[in-house]
């Protein structure tokens, strides 16, 4: 992102697209990035995942029903996070590096230097080993994870395995998994260059069906390309009904009137009244009674030091008494 903001001159993503020419190189770093996000092998964010829902489907077996209840609950939630994360790592690829510069800015973007290309390629290396290596990073929790469960993790052969959540349970191969993809790309580009008809047309990447920019719009329109409210559309349509009361209407001008129609888009998150207001007021009131700390008199202040001394040492003689 801070190499996108530097060479492309923002963040934004409605003003980014088709950085992929201009930044090649910070391109596929994102994209390693983006594997890792949205959670798909043999990216650093699977291992996790795959985990994680294997603990989950294991917690099945114990309990009762009101704890197989909940544990199903979560599990639903966990696939639909995967879900929600896999479709913002193809937003953000989609919208920022790939189709038609949207503003000139974007299209005269240019690659970082050679200290940030090689922190970034660092960062991506260091992601990909840990997506096909991943017990390399569980080697290095095991100690915090004995220290909290009392039990060692469960690991394949040594560092360079594979890892399961149990002996009898299914694990996760990565070196296998990987080596997979990697041929199964291979026969993929192999089957395209052997099978494509001689003399086929090249066209843009992310077209979306547009047809080629007239004289006086050389970046195209960015109105016929994918942006981010694209992607948000349907999740607005299909979650934000029920989830965040989402509403949208269009207001059409009264018969005879030559105004522009207006399209409104309404957005209610019950967790901002519920959560988010109370906190915001609770913190609001304790910053003001912190405020108040700052003009007491010299025995208030001595006061409230041998307040705490007091407190300090009750905590302590409880502490040593466990």
């Known amino acids: 992102a801070g190499a996108v903001q530097h060479g492309a001159g923002t963040r934004v993503l409605s003003r980014l697209g088709g950085l ?47 704890l197989q209840t909940l544990v199903t609950m979560v599990i639903a939630l966990t696939a639909l996070a995967a879900a929600l994360a896999a479709a913002a790592a193809v937003r953000l690829v989609g919208v920022a590096f790939l189709g038609r510069p949207r503003p000139p800015r974007a299209a005269a973007a240019e690659e970082a230097g050679p200290p940030v290309r090689a922190a970034l ?41 594979g890892i ?35 003399g086929a047309r090249r066209g843009p990447a992310w077209a979306c069906g547009f047809a080629a920019p007239p004289a006086w719009l050389p970046f195209g329109d960015p109105a016929t390309q994918y942006g981010a409210a694209s992607f948000a559309e349907p999740l607005r349509r299909s979650l934000g009904g029920a989830l965040l009361r989402a509403r949208a209407r269009v207001l059409m001008p009264p018969p ?34 912190a ?26 003689a409880w502490v040593e008494a466990l």
């Open 20 to 66: 992929i020419h201009g930044m090649g190189f910070t391109t596929c770093c994102a994209l390693v990035g983006a594997l890792a996000l949205a959670g798909l092998p043999p990216g650093a964010g699977f291992a996790s995942e795959w985990l994680l829902i294997q603990s989950l489907l294991g917690g099945l077996r114990i309990g009762g029903l009101a």
């Open 121 to 161: 390629a660092g960062l991506a290396g260091l992601a990909l080993l840990l997506g096909v290596l991943p017990g390399i990073g569980l080697r290095l929790a095991a100690p915090a994870v004995r220290s909290l469960a009392g039990a060692q993790p469960a690991g394949g052969h040594g560092v360079w395995g």
């Open 164 to 198: 399961a959540v149990q002996s009898d349970a299914p694990g996760y191969a990565a070196p296998a998994i990987a080596a997979l993809l990697v041929l199964l790309l291979g026969a993929t580009v192999w089957t395209v260059r052997r099978f494509t008809q001689a």
């Open 256 to 289: 005879g009137e030559t105004g522009p129609a207006r399209f409104e888009i309404g957005l209610a998150d019950p967790a901002e009244a519920v959560l988010f207001h109370p906190l915001g007021l609770l913190r609001a009131w304790l910053s003001a009674q």
């Open 291 to 316: 405020d108040r700390m700052q003009v007491l008199t010299i025995r208030r202040i001595l006061s409230v030091m041998f307040i705490a001394l007091v407190l300090l040492l009750g905590i302590v």
